[in-house]
């Protein structure tokens, strides 16, 4: 940091990251929150466990190899102009980079030689790493939704672990990265992830639930479905809206702060932000679109439901991941018309490939994450067609069919595919689904022994206790 201000920028973006780190935790709790309160009391802590316990596998996943990979990979590698890796010595696991420090040295000569500086990573490469570690969390917990009360909890930690470290990661490096390929050659623009966390994460989920199958009692014996409703819908609220709590951060988080305009090839020395392309925006832009697709999505969620509690907060979070891939540049009524939309598509296709393909997706997270994260990238493509996707010079611009390709790699290559072929093997060696006795009488009493339902047990014993010493009149034959 050669100047004060130089330094302050520096500083001000450290503490700006650190930030949206606990706004993104409280998705997670969210997860946890809504994901209990939309199984089966049989199951409560066994879903609980499922989703927390893939926190600390994805984190050293993501510290001992996923870093490295957003760095390494933006050519493919190998599609772009036959480049192959990129040296990033500050995103391996033994670089001191990687450690807790006041300054730090360059580890290799590429490192002193990079325009960002030795300052620049040994202030900023932890905050970095944790965001972008968060998008991981949030990437692997989309798929914990879908496959509740049947799936092995091994059988999940593979796939999230695999989903969260490498697949999504790739694909961030591919499309997120302002030096992607899918950026230069597709005009790939995805600056809120409506593909590159959520499409991804659609794709994957849909995968394992091809071949885990629906749970018992989900199909009656003419095939059609019967609606196995959360045990604790209050629980579904408060979790959904500590989920759009956390987007907040999810959002913010997709931003550069404050950058030098001639870095990004402006003219000057004034300062800018800019989206995660490097492409100048404002904070009042997620402002506005942030809260319109989140209104259309509600307002679209209820119409279509009927009022159903569980769509409509579920639409609203749609609607958000619809309008996600272009918030950066949307009039806010595009973006509130979109999250309507993308909402729409999404509901209807749940039930639609419930009913022809019989695909028990417990909380519609396929359709919530997956098709309204694939509408919203092809309506990118419509509605910006013809914007430049980067600043810097020689890129493509985003056009409809760049956006297809770019929906189709991220919800079919990348998402679908890999967790397809995973969940298979698994399938094979019969580690992906719980068996059926203990499926029939919940996987609390297997794993448990049922010491977390014992509540209401305790209440009756004190009760009659209580009756027995006098305290209450004894019941009436």
């Not at 930690?157 to 470290?165: E, H, L, P, R, Y």
């Not at 595009?334 to 639609?352: D, I, M, N, P, S």
């Not at 072929?421 to 009488?441: H, K, T």
Request: hydrophobic share 50%; proline share 4%; with cysteine.
């Amino acid at each position: 940091m050669e100047d004060k201000l130089g330094a302050l920028t520096v500083v001000f973006t450290e503490f700006y990251y650190w930030a949206t780190v606990p706004l993104m935790f409280l998705i997670h709790v969210g997860f946890c929150v809504y994901e209990v309160g939309a199984s089966r009391e049989k199951n409560m802590m066994h879903t609980l466990m499922k989703n927390t316990m893939a926190i600390p596998l994805i984190t050293v996943g993501f510290f001992l190899f996923g870093w490295w990979i957003y760095f390494a990979f933006p050519n493919g590698p190998f599609i772009y102009e036959g480049k192959g890796l990129i040296d990033a010595p500050w995103a391996v696991p033994w670089s001191e980079m990687m450690g807790t420090h006041l300054g730090g040295s360059a580890s290799t000569q590429a490192m002193e030689d990079s325009s960002l500086g030795v300052g620049y990573w040994a202030r900023l490469n932890g905050v970095f790493w944790a965001a972008f570690l968060l998008f991981s969390w949030t990437t692997a917990s989309i798929i914990s939704g879908a496959v509740i009360e049947r799936i092995r909890n091994f059988a999940f930690w593979v796939i999230a672990t695999m989903v969260g470290t490498v697949t999504w990661i790739t694909d961030a490096a591919w499309g997120w990265h302002y030096d992607g390929w899918m950026v230069k050659l597709l005009g790939y623009h995805d600056a809120y992830a409506s593909g590159v966390v959520h499409a991804i994460a659609g794709g994957a989920a849909l995968a394992v639930l091809l071949k885990l199958g629906p749970r018992i009692g989900k199909f009656r014996e003419d095939g059609t479905p019967r609606d196995i409703v959360p045990h604790n819908p209050w629980m579904v609220t408060v979790g959904l809206f500590l989920i759009y709590t956390g987007f907040w951060g999810f959002y913010v988080a997709c931003n550069v702060p404050i950058i030098n305009a001639s870095g990004i090839g402006m003219e000057g020395d004034s300062f800018t932000a800019t989206n995660i392309y490097l492409t100048p925006t404002t904070l009042s832009a997620i402002v506005f679109n942030f809260l319109m697709s989140l209104s259309g999505g509600l307002l679209a969620g209820y119409a279509v439901s009927k009022g159903d509690a569980f769509w409509t907060y579920s639409g609203g979070l749609a609607g958000v991941i619809a309008a996600s891939a272009g918030n950066d540049l949307y009039n806010p009524l595009q973006a509130c018309l979109l999250g309507a939309l993308g909402t729409v598509v999404a509901y209807k296709l749940h039930f639609w490939v419930e009913r022809k393909f019989k695909v028990d997706d417990a909380v519609g997270a396929v359709a919530v994450h997956g098709y309204a994260g694939v509408f919203g990238l092809i309506a990118c493509g419509f509605m910006l067609w013809g914007h430049p996707a980067s600043a810097f010079e020689g890129y493509a611009n985003i056009t409809p069919w760049g956006q297809f390709l770019g929906a189709v790699i991220m919800f079919g290559v990348l998402g679908f595919l890999p967790a397809y072929i995973v969940a298979s093997i698994m399938q094979a060696f019969g580690v992906l689904r719980i068996p059926r006795s203990v499926e029939l009488v919940g996987l609390d009493l297997e794993e448990y022994d049922y010491r977390y339902q014992t509540d209401s047990e305790v209440a009756l014993a004190e009760v009659e206790q209580a009756r027995r010493e006098g305290y209450l009149p004894r019941s009436t034959p």
